[in-house]
């Protein structure tokens, strides 16, 4: 079946603009996971959804961040007032359930604030 | 917190020889499993291989295989038979049962060498 998807795949924006980064999560998962990857470094946990239970938001960096999920669909992430230090590729992974723990990634959205 | 260290920034290995990446982490979860994850040019995160922390036998698939030793707190790859293909990021993952978002390292930069 089709693998998590995530638009767009690149996004360049000038400093101080909003951005909406969209995750389409393999059907049937519940729980949705976003992820923040710098130049060469390794993932930083963003946020996870699990099915109608609220979200743990505890690795937003700042208020600037928020995401959404309707019901055990697509998810949103957006970055508002964009920042240079926001520029990294942005991963979003799906999983059956929680407690399966392998997760499936998508290919990310690479954001560039210039 | 749990850490998760990947002391080798870069490795490089000829084709069809054998190369080990090494990962340490720190925790004090009793029960967790470990990921080594693959993301090649394309940015797609592959999961590789995984291994549960109550299991002492170390996991394989085909030319992967982990040493998986739990005292020392370590998870090394081993790659036999190194292909062109395996050229990519290598990371190392951690996940305790008791929580669900993954705690990666830094990754390990592998090149395969003809």
């Known amino acids: 079946g089709a693998g998590v998807s995530q638009s767009p795949s690149n996004k360049v924006t000038e400093k101080g603009k909003d951005v909406e980064l969209r995750c389409d999560p393999i059907?049937?998962?519940?729980?949705l996971y976003w992820y923040r990857q710098r130049l060469g470094q390794g993932l930083e946990f963003l946020i996870y959804?699990?099915?109608?239970?609220?979200?743990?938001k505890s690795g937003l960096p700042s208020d600037r961040f928020s995401a959404e999920r309707t019901g055990e669909s697509v998810s949103t992430l957006t970055i508002q007032r964009t920042q240079q230090e926001d520029s990294a590729v942005y991963l979003c992974?799906?999983?059956?359930?929680?407690?399966?723990?392998?997760?499936?990634f998508g290919p990310g959205t690479r954001l560039t604030v210039t | 917190a749990q850490t998760v260290t990947q002391s080798q920034p870069e490795m490089s290995v000829q084709e069809a020889e054998t190369v080990t990446l090494s990962c340490t982490y720190d925790?004090?979860?009793?029960?967790?499993?470990l990921f080594w994850y693959k993301q090649p040019p394309s940015r797609q995160m592959i999961l590789v291989i995984r291994?549960?922390?109550?299991?002492?036998q170390n996991a394989t698939e085909n030319r992967f295989s982990v040493n998986f030793q739990k005292a020392a707190k370590s998870f090394s790859l081993k790659i036999s038979d190194s292909q062109l293909g395996d050229t990519a990021m290598y990371f190392c993952?951690?996940?305790?049962?008791?929580?669900?978002?993954?705690?990666f390292g830094e990754g390990t930069q592998l090149t395969v060498n003809p």
């Open positions: 925790t004090s979860e009793n029960n967790y499993y």
């Open positions: 059907s049937g998962h519940t729980a």
């Open positions: 959804f699990q099915g109608n239970s609220a979200p743990d």
């Open positions: 291994q549960e922390a109550y299991k002492q």
């Open positions: 992974a799906s999983s059956f359930r929680t407690s399966s723990y392998e997760q499936y």
């Open positions: 993952a951690f996940v305790p049962t008791s929580g669900s978002r993954l705690t």
